[in-house]
């Protein structure tokens, strides 16, 4: 009948061999593939009591244990989380030592985390990792325990894990970038922010300004340095080296090595060092004239370094440059403020 795409007539008949012969062979049997095409038809309470009568009527039967692991599953799949969790748990308080105990450990975590309950998914993940080294749900709970301690900002807990991947099973790891993700929860457990992190990877990975995407990560990683005023002693011994590389490649990249130029001035200016400043404004506008509202800017820039450093005659030039070479510029209104 079920070959026959007949499932309601399958579990009718399936449901009347357990009803007139209960102590067949067959009868725990037929109580299981009953609930199974009810779970097929989406009938969860008929398959749920019928899975939670087979383990009741029959403890000894082989399928009692499969049978209430494919209930939790069931809800599992229906998108029934609350009932998924206490199925699962169920499962695992009566077949402790069951064949499906470290999948029932996997979804009744992954079922908790639907239900916000990270905490609690945690916990069963890491008896996975723990007690169950030879699972194949190991590496998937151990992907998914690092994505949430990195939420709950428990970074050295996901450090170990991500580290713990890539060498039990490099091959998963790989698929899931691993190694990158442990190298960025390195420097965020030093103190830089998960931005910082993600770009010093990728300036490491494609090569730092020898590249354009190198060259490019670097100015994007300057400007959350610069720009969020995080001029510390850290990101000034990352930064200021890069700065200086990329704003040196001006043969093969003038409107980076302008914009380099740009934020070393900005650096310098923000550290009071006004003179270094200048000069790195003043590089800004000569590399990349093209972009003549950066230009523009990079003088007025330069103009109000001077102006810092008491340089009134050179701040006059500079207001003057910028209202005969750029009358039209924003930078120019502003300069005559000066």
């Known amino acids: 009948l079920f070959a026959l795409d007949r499932p309601e007539a399958a579990a009718e008949e399936y449901t009347r061999i357990h009803g007139r012969y209960p102590d067949s062979a067959y009868a725990d049997d037929a109580m299981f593939e009953a609930a199974d095409i009810l779970v097929a038809m989406g009938e969860l309470e008929a398959a749920s009591e019928r899975f939670a009568r087979l383990h009741a009527e029959y403890p000894q039967s082989s399928l009692a244990d499969p049978a209430m692991y494919r209930r939790a599953e069931a809800f599992y799949g229906a998108g029934e989380y609350e009932r998924a969790a206490e199925a699962f748990r169920e ?18 975590g992954a079922a908790s985390e639907e239900l916000g309950e990270s905490g609690a998914a945690l916990l069963l993940w890491q008896r996975i990792i723990d007690d169950y080294r030879d699972s194949g749900f190991r590496f998937d709970a151990m992907h998914r325990a690092a994505e949430r301690h990195e939420e709950r ?20 790891a790989k698929e899931i970038g691993a190694q990158r993700r442990a190298d960025e929860l390195v420097l965020r457990v030093s103190g830089l922010t998960r931005d910082e992190s993600r770009l010093l990877v990728d300036i490491e990975e494609h090569g730092e300004a020898e ?29 200021v080296p890069l ?21 070393l001035g900005e650096w310098y200016f923000q550290l009071g ?3 270094d400043a200048a000069d790195s404004f003043l590089e800004a506008a000569e590399v990349y004239p093209v972009d003549r509202d950066r230009a523009a800017q990079s ?6 370094a001077h102006q810092r450093r008491g340089q009134d005659s050179v ?12 009358p039209d510029s924003e930078w120019a209104e502003e300069a005559q403020d000066l």
């Open 273 to 275: 060092e006004y003179a």
């Open 153 to 172: 900002n428990e970074l050295r807990d996901a450090l170990a894990l991500y580290t713990d991947m890539t060498s039990r099973y490099p091959e998963q």
């Open 243 to 263: 700065l200086e590389d990329t704003a040196s490649r001006a043969a093969e990249d003038r409107e980076r090595a302008a914009e380099a130029h740009f934020l």
């Open 91 to 108: 499962y695992r308080e009566g077949f402790p030592d069951g064949q499906n105990i470290d999948a029932a450990l996997y979804y009744g």
């Open 299 to 304: 003088l007025y820039r330069a103009a109000v």
């Open 315 to 326: 701040v006059a030039e500079l207001v003057e440059e910028l209202s005969s070479s750029y």
């Open 211 to 239: 590249t354009a995407e190198g060259r490019e990560a670097i100015l994007e990683l300057s400007r959350i340095v610069v720009y969020e005023r995080q001029a510390d002693a850290v990101n000034r011994r990352l930064v």
